[in-house]
């Protein structure tokens, strides 16, 4: 009877010491977790910092009218390989929120058919620049305003375009939007390149899974599975059907109910200029001299008055005597971050003078949150965009503008 009482005394220590081997194990890899998003965070944000620059002063100079074509093409293939680096970086930062689970959708209204001429301007180069065939197929409306994740569809349509390219020598890539039923649309990329193995499509949207043409592996190996994850988090389907040598076709189909809003017209390739009775200023406080003159540039242009500040204790000095229509304020700086300057202005001027938008290079939607919740008007990520700083800039101040076609 002892002897089983041992054994038994022996069989318990045995699981305590195993469970708690095991909360131990679970325990480091939530801290590996941790410290792997963290350092991806702080990587993306000291990453996207020098992108904004790139991106932000290729956009202005793009607006130059004396610019010859041969020049608007050079600033468009900078453009376009800033863009293409970005999709990289979210790539990256996407796949770790995928295995956090932290995941989720952001929905908004947004015209569909602006996104697919965005993407078709974006890869039309470079299938000019390898001699290929760019083409088009599309709904006739020339306006398609639908409610649904914007950043996440274009990033899908921008891994399957960049596919496309990366992997034909000749014939012609076709991107194709149809509508099934009011609210169902089917979205294609077919290309006519080297195809897939029928034994790589059953792993291909498998993470880190190359596509290997002989001996070299191409790409980062996450495309493929940021875009199935995607596509399955706004409960849609994607498919592969492919021939080696022949081609291959990605279908996505989504369900995107009509706009909850009207959208604000607004065009990235026109200049926009505030009418001439509209009197707007801005004040912009951020630590990076190249952020705050992209910022300055595009705001002056649109012909509003500007001041920067390098840092909250400057952005006070400034107020002491000037308030602005609107104050652009970067969230991380040193000493005193945006956040707090932001609530300490408050506490001095009140909220009724001035709109604040937050600036930031963080792409989380809970920074997001956080920051919108504290009761700031507007969240800008960088790199900026000049379409969308418009479109801030008429919902926080409710301003029109004079625009100029390109």
């Known amino acids: 009877m002892r002897r089983e009482h041992d054994e038994l005394?022996?069989?318990?220590?045995?699981?305590?010491?195993?469970?708690?081997?095991?909360?131990?194990?679970?325990?480091?890899?939530?801290?590996?977790?941790?410290?792997?998003?963290?350092?991806?965070?702080?990587?993306?944000?000291?990453?996207?910092?020098?992108?904004?620059?790139?991106?932000?002063?290729?956009?202005?100079l793009q607006r130059e009218t004396s610019l010859t074509a041969d020049q608007q093409s050079a600033f468009q293939a900078i453009r376009d390989s800033g863009e293409h680096l970005l999709t990289l970086i979210n790539n990256v930062l996407n796949i770790s929120r995928v295995e956090a689970g932290r995941m989720e959708l952001e929905p908004v209204d947004f015209d569909i058919q602006t996104v697919i001429r965005q993407i078709s301007d974006m890869f039309r180069l470079r299938c000019e620049q390898k001699g290929l065939t760019w083409r088009v197929e599309t709904i006739e409306d020339p306006i398609i305003p639908v409610h649904g994740d914007e950043n996440k569809i274009r990033q899908v349509l921008v891994n399957l375009c960049g596919n496309a390219v990366k992997f034909t020598d000749i014939g012609c890539i076709t991107l194709r939007l149809q509508r099934h039923a009011e609210d169902r649309y089917v979205?294609?990329?077919?290309?006519?390149?080297?195809?897939?193995?029928?034994?790589?499509?059953?792993?291909?949207?498998?993470?880190?899974?190359?596509?290997?043409?002989?001996?070299?592996?191409?790409?980062?190996?996450?495309?493929?599975?940021?875009?199935?994850?995607?596509?399955?988090?706004?409960?849609?389907?994607?498919?592969?059907?492919?021939?080696?040598?022949?081609?291959?076709?990605?279908?996505?189909?989504?369900?995107?109910?009509?706009?909850?809003?009207?959208?604000?017209?607004?065009?990235?390739?026109?200049?926009?200029?505030?009418?001439?009775?509209?009197?707007?200023?801005?004040?912009?406080?951020?630590?990076?001299?190249?952020?705050?003159?992209?910022?300055?540039?595009?705001?002056?242009?649109?012909?509003?008055?500007?001041?920067?500040?390098n840092s909250a204790s400057e952005a006070f000095y400034v107020l002491r005597d000037w308030m602005p229509s609107i104050i652009f304020m970067d969230v991380r700086m040193p000493g005193v971050d945006g956040v707090t300057a932001t609530q300490r202005m408050w506490d001095m001027y009140g909220r009724d003078q001035y709109r604040v938008v937050m600036v930031s290079a963080s792409v989380f939607q809970e920074d997001k949150d956080r920051i919108l919740d504290l009761g700031v008007d507007d969240f800008i990520e960088k790199p900026f965009k000049i379409d969308r700083l418009v479109s801030c800039l008429k919902k926080t101040l409710n301003v029109e503008f004079d625009t100029i076609e390109l």
């Open 187 to 309: 979205i294609e990329v077919e290309d006519s390149g080297r195809g897939i193995e029928e034994d790589r499509l059953k792993i291909i949207f498998e993470p880190f899974n190359q596509s290997h043409h002989g001996d070299q592996a191409e790409g980062t190996g996450l495309g493929l599975s940021i875009t199935k994850r995607h596509v399955e988090l706004m409960h849609g389907a994607i498919e592969v059907t492919s021939k080696p040598d022949v081609g291959t076709c990605f279908r996505v189909e989504l369900t995107l109910p009509p706009a909850q809003e009207p959208l604000l017209d607004i065009d990235q390739d026109t200049i926009y200029r505030l009418n001439t009775d509209t009197l707007l200023s801005a004040l912009i406080v951020d630590d990076n001299a190249l952020n705050r003159d992209v910022l300055r540039r595009i705001l002056s242009d649109m012909g509003m008055e500007v001041r920067v500040a």
């Open 9 to 60: 005394l022996k069989v318990n220590r045995a699981f305590d010491d195993a469970r708690r081997e095991a909360e131990h194990s679970k325990m480091l890899a939530v801290e590996a977790n941790q410290a792997k998003s963290r350092f991806l965070a702080n990587m993306s944000h000291e990453i996207r910092t020098p992108l904004n620059a790139i991106l932000g002063y290729t956009q202005i």
